[in-house]
């Protein structure tokens, strides 16, 4: 009977030590305060940052000690999100910028070297979706909008942040991709080519800015409860055909997805670049 119940045992302390999918295991006092200032002295411009996924990473990267630098395209929406943030004694600045314009993602890049001494950390989260039906009735306009903001200004701001990166000795590079970049979502076809775009702009980049001691990786995230992505969600139609594919029967939280940005700009993955992490719920993902 020993035996068996020897085993047993070695069992229950798996279960402890492994949770279950779905399960937040909860972290003690020593690894908590540890990641908390994993990132201090780091300077981290997260584009897009006033709400959802964006919005969640700064806070994980402001919690780990980083100075964060927020943008939204409306001065309202980061007056609140530096209010928010600055209650929760984050590190934080705050400007308007729309990614898709040269004069604004450079205005963004030197107001941030000049208030806060540098860039360490850039997070390119920005995107935008202004097509959803049958991809042959997309026209020329929403293809260029749609790469532009998705592709284009995430290469062109991060061309910006490089030598700055490089005076500090080197750098993180985070891209936000999506789910769709692996497998493409119906009607959302354009916006799930940019997404796909950036898995391939991640591979391009990390083995020319290793170099320079600048890693660039990227997040795919599943469906996170966003209002970017409420169309989805809201449906129930649409929402249960997608929980079909889930392991993990819910939606994300952005809050999901800062973590994992956070981790990979942290030195715990100061040997992973190049690499896409899915953070999907299990949904599958292969190209």
């Not at 997309?138 to 990166?165: G, R, Y």
């Not at 929980?243 to 952005?254: A, V």
């Amino acid at each position: 009977m020993e035996k068996p119940k020897a085993m047993l045992r070695c069992s229950f302390r798996r279960l402890l030590t492994y949770p279950v999918a779905g399960q937040t295991r909860k972290m003690s006092g020593a690894s908590l305060a540890g990641s908390q200032g994993s990132l201090s002295g780091k300077v981290a411009i997260v584009t897009a940052s006033t709400e959802g996924i964006g919005l969640a990473t700064a806070r994980a990267l402001g919690q780990r000690g980083a100075h964060v630098v927020v943008s939204s395209r409306r001065q309202n929406n980061v007056d609140r999100a530096v209010e928010l943030l600055q209650r929760e004694k984050i590190q934080v600045t705050g400007t308007t910028c729309n990614v898709g314009k040269s004069e604004d993602r450079e205005r963004l890049v030197n107001m941030t070297v000049e208030q806060c001494g540098g860039v360490d950390i850039l997070v390119s989260n920005a995107a935008v979706n202004p097509f959803f039906g049958n991809i042959m009735d997309s026209t020329e306009a929403v293809w260029d909008k749609i790469l532009d903001v998705n592709v284009k200004s995430a290469f062109l701001i991060t061309k910006l942040v490089v030598p700055h990166m490089e005076k500090r000795g080197g750098g993180s590079v985070v891209f936000v991709s999506s789910v769709a970049g692996y497998q493409p979502i119906q009607a959302l076809g354009p916006y799930s080519v940019s997404k796909t775009a950036l898995l391939g702009l991640t591979r391009a980049l990390a083995p020319e800015l290793a170099q320079c001691n600048i890693r660039v990786n990227c997040v795919a995230p599943g469906i996170i409860k966003t209002s970017f992505s409420q169309a989805l969600w809201q449906n129930e139609d649409i929402l249960g055909e997608f929980k079909k594919q889930l392991s993990i029967k819910r939606l994300g939280e952005p809050e999901e997805i800062g973590g994992v940005v956070a981790f990979l700009c942290s030195k715990d993955a100061s040997y992973i670049t190049g690499e896409t992490i899915t953070a999907t719920g299990g949904m599958s993902c292969r190209l």
